[in-house]
């Protein structure tokens, strides 16, 4: 039950594009398209943003894209805002247990 | 509008026990999944443990298997965990979550509660 790779923070601008990676293994992400994604404010509860790799739930913004090829699975955020800074978590089914990533921290410039 | 509330959380020597609640509202609970995932202070989100909706799978993460029991009472709209054996490094926010019928997401989250584990 090793956890996801996903990079320690990113940054971009308003209106800009950002893309965060999430590496797994042939054992979760890379067998399973069921990566999900989770945004964080400090102290809140973790938010559902993309669930079954690329799927939005209602309410979502469709800024928020989600995809994956082989063992690493990517969220993409378009057209910034300043209220997208947050903490973001991937997570991924693996068979009789869940794997999240460690977490990575959206700047907005 | 659903709701997830969860109770039970404080302070408990090393070693000791804690029983934590989630009261669910909202949405027809016997229908999905349940689960729990904590946050270490500082630390990122850890995947603890899962219940399918009748009980007929359990899951845990292998740092807590052996010392934490899931369990839920469809007829009350509750989920539980028993944690006994606890150790500093249980100490985080637990979170009670809703999830489809295999638990490869959580849709709707309740607010926590904390469990600090120090002598």
């Known amino acids: 039950q090793s956890a996801l790779t996903q990079p320690a923070s990113v940054s971009g601008s308003p209106g800009q594009s950002i893309t965060i990676s999430c590496t797994g293994t042939s054992s979760d992400v890379g067998s399973y398209n069921l990566v999900s994604w989770y945004q964080q404010h400090p102290g809140k509860a973790p938010k559902l943003m993309i669930y079954?790799?690329?799927k939005r739930p209602s309410g979502v913004s469709n800024r928020f894209s989600g995809s994956k090829s082989g063992n690493t699975a990517s969220l993409t955020i378009s057209g910034l805002q300043a209220e997208d800074e947050a903490d973001y978590y991937c997570?991924?089914?693996?068979?009789?247990?869940?794997?999240f990533g460690g977490g990575t921290k959206l700047t907005v410039l | 509008e659903v709701q997830l509330v969860e109770s039970g959380g404080g302070l408990v020597k090393p070693g000791g026990s804690l029983r934590l609640s989630c009261a669910a509202s909202?949405?027809?609970?016997?229908?999905?999944?349940m689960n729990w995932v904590r946050q270490a202070p500082g630390k990122g989100l850890e995947w603890v443990s899962s219940i399918s909706s009748s009980s007929s799978y359990i899951y845990y993460a292998d740092s807590v298997k052996g010392r934490f029991t899931i369990s839920r009472d469809n007829a009350k709209n509750s989920l539980y965990l028993q944690m006994n054996s606890l150790r500093a490094e249980d100490t985080a926010v637990y979170y009670c979550a809703r999830g489809p019928a295999r638990p490869d997401y959580f849709d709707y989250w309740g607010q926590g509660t904390l469990v600090t584990v120090s002598s």
């Open positions: 079954e790799g690329s």
């Open positions: 997570c991924s089914y693996a068979g009789r247990n869940v794997v």
């Open positions: 909202g949405f027809t609970f016997s229908s999905y999944s």
